[in-house]
């Protein structure tokens, strides 16, 4: 078989099938154009998912008749200067776009050049150009592809349904329009429009939040923490979801890198590092950040689809976000997503189980159909407010735990030597953060009541949290107290579970666990932590053991602490179905308003609901 050169065409459907992977793919390179061309508004129409008709119109800079039939050449580009790929300011720079499209579609660029008085066009079908024609446009481009595919069928019959290829240009959109607020975007599927939102202004941050809120709902906006911090020339801003605020995967997670939406294994691991103290593994935090890197130290052309990027420094990018997220995480101190609330007092509205009967208040008759209405939204900033951390009235200056190791002692018994029990009676603990117990339901849940409405906490997320940050302060300092066992306890293991945890005693051992072998599938333990109190042994060990399957052998305990410590804890505190004094609740509030990240359990789930009496009252009609 003779070499032979391949004819421009199938070049051209071959690079289409690298870029051109479905109708989003198209949308994608098409709206980047329009925004690298200036356009403050870039609107978009499919029409059968994309297979029938792609419409991208913007205002932007348009085009010559000259720079159209250049425009459709391969590899011809304004945003490449002097074939320099380390200084990449644009979001295109290849210029293989339009005539792979071009290729695979019936394809049409109109175009009308700022201060022209002419605007032209060329059809271009399945590869085979037409002469450019005058026609009719306002300033900018649009460019028009029918029938996408049609000239590769085999492509063609590998697209999902409509509503599936729809649905992924709709997130394109999406993502493009978080990192341009500057820019109004639309999205039409047919007569129907799916996506708009208008041009933002004001500070960049202010109009990213406003557009982020538009894009991802107000939820986000009412329980996501600001993040803007500057380190050696790289900045990165955005805006990053409470712990407690979480998804069941990562689809919610947007990174940006110079405007350039990424899906980058780098920065999806700095956002698992820095969540890991506070969420369990199979929940996933939602955020957007931004990152704004010089151009000579971020690589953007290692995928031809330019979703990957590569930096110089990679440790140092990771740990930019990874401590700048700590540090906004830390900041909030205990408190929780506001849809926890939300959530809860939805579960009381009318139509439950416990509510059948259609009789309900309304304007003092009973009758209607009446149903409490959605908190506003001076309740949920008001609750905002209260959540910020707060120096409760009469703590310690010092910002220290004024109950230290009082409320998890040895035995387990919860001793109480409280300062505000001792405090003089004109303290009023309703106007503490988590204000003044007032009971406990099933042995569980602690009642308290604030000055404007009333917290209820769960006793046994609430302690694991105190345990865990206690037991990682202890550890920073090498100094965790341990508690010799009266009787040694004998744990009976798998053998493998054994061999897990043999070789790994010394590093238990700092962790305040002491274990020696005791035969074939068995260990015996003489020493516990003692914050951990009186708790269940042959559990803990048991889970420690599952634990380690999943740690890399190759770290010590210490490096994957937080796991470690996580599980300890979670067998050290108050357990559901304890009974405890009127004393013991307030000094659990008390120690959480001191501790940091209370506002929700290792695992991510929320430690407390607050519920505004302004919204209790409605549920009742009184409002």
């Keep these: 078989m003779k070499i032979r050169l391949l004819s421009e065409n199938t070049i051209n459907q071959i690079a289409a099938g690298e870029v051109i992977e479905r109708p989003a793919s198209a949308v994608k390179e098409l709206v980047e154009n329009a925004i690298d061309a200036g356009a403050s508004q870039i609107d978009v129409v499919m029409v059968a998912g994309g297979r029938e008709l792609i419409s991208v119109t913007d205002n932007g800079c348009g085009m010559s008749r000259a720079e159209i039939e250049l425009a459709v050449e391969r590899h011809a580009t304004s945003k490449l200067r002097e074939d320099d790929l380390t200084d990449i300011k644009t979001m295109g720079f290849r210029g293989e776009a339009l005539p792979s499209i071009a290729s695979v579609s019936r394809f049409s660029l109109t175009s009308r050049a700022a201060g ?43 697209l999902k349904a409509e509503r599936t290829e729809f649905n992924y240009a709709l997130d394109v959109i999406k993502r493009l329009a978080m990192a341009h607020p500057d820019v109004g975007f639309s999205l039409q599927d047919g007569e129907r429009r799916a996506f708009r939102v208008s041009a933002a202004q004001g500070e960049l941050l202010d109009a990213r939040l406003r557009r982020l809120t538009a894009v ?92 990957e990027v590569r930096f110089r420094d990679s440790g140092h990018v990771r740990g930019l976000i990874v401590g700048s997220l700590k540090r906004a995480l830390a900041e909030a101190g205990h408190r929780a997503a506001t849809t926890v609330a939300q959530s809860a007092l939805g579960s009381f509205q009318s139509g439950g189980a416990a509510a059948d009967a259609s009789s309900s208040y309304q304007g003092g008759r009973y009758g209607g159909s009446y149903r409490p209405s959605t908190p506003s939204y001076e309740t949920r900033a008001h609750g905002q407010a209260f959540q910020k951390p707060l120096s409760s009235p009469g703590l310690s200056d010092h910002g220290q735990m004024p109950f ?33 117990a007032r009971g406990q339901l099933h042995e569980t849940y602690v009642v ?109 305990l210490k490096e994957r602490m937080e796991e470690v410590c996580s599980t300890m804890a979670c067998h050290g505190s108050v357990r559901a179905g304890r009974r405890l004094t009127v004393a013991e609740m307030n000094a659990l509030l008390r120690e959480m308003e001191q501790t940091p990240h209370s506002g929700q359990c290792n695992h991510g789930r929320p430690t407390y609901v607050e519920l505004k009496l302004g919204d209790i009252e409605r549920l009742f009609g009184r409002r």
């Design 116 to 158: 022209s008085e002419e605007a032209w066009k060329m059809q271009i079908d399945g590869g085979a150009k037409q002469a450019v024609q005058p026609a009719a446009q306002s300033q900018g481009t649009r460019i028009e592809v029918r029938d996408l595919f049609y000239a590769t069928p085999a492509r063609l019959k590998f």
């Design 448 to 556: 308290s009541q604030v000055k404007d409405g009333i917290v209820i906490v769960d006793q046994h997320a609430a302690h694991e949290r105190l345990v865990y940050e206690r037991m990682k302060g202890y550890l920073l300092d090498n100094q965790v107290p341990r508690q010799v066992l009266l009787i040694p306890e004998v744990v009976e293991l798998e053998q493998d579970a054994v061999d897990r945890l043999l070789p790994r005693a010394q590093e238990l051992q700092e962790l305040g666990l002491c274990i020696e072998p005791f035969g074939d599938g068995a260990v015996v333990v003489r020493e516990a932590p003692a914050l951990l109190g009186d708790t269940d042994i042959k559990g803990l060990v048991r889970d420690l053991a599952d634990e380690l399957v999943e740690l890399d052998q190759a770290l010590s």
């Design 404 to 436: 230290g190791d009082h409320f998890a002692p040895p035995q387990g018994r919860v001793e109480i030597d409280d300062p505000v029990a001792q405090a003089p009676a004109a303290v009023d603990l309703v106007n503490y953060p988590l204000g003044a």
């Design 216 to 307: 991802l709902g107000t939820e986000f906006g009412d329980n996501a923490l600001a993040i803007e911090v500057e380190r050696e020339n790289i900045k990165l801003g955005g805006y990053a979801g409470l712990p407690t605020y979480n998804r069941g995967n990562a689809q919610h997670q947007f990174l940006f890198v110079n405007g350039r939406p990424v899906k980058d294994k780098l920065l999806i691991g700095a956002v698992r590092g820095a969540y890991m103290d506070y969420l369990a593994r199979n929940r996933h935090p939602v955020l957007a950040l931004f990152l704004e890197v010089p151009t000579a130290m971020v690589d953007v052309n290692v995928h031809p689809a330019k979703a």
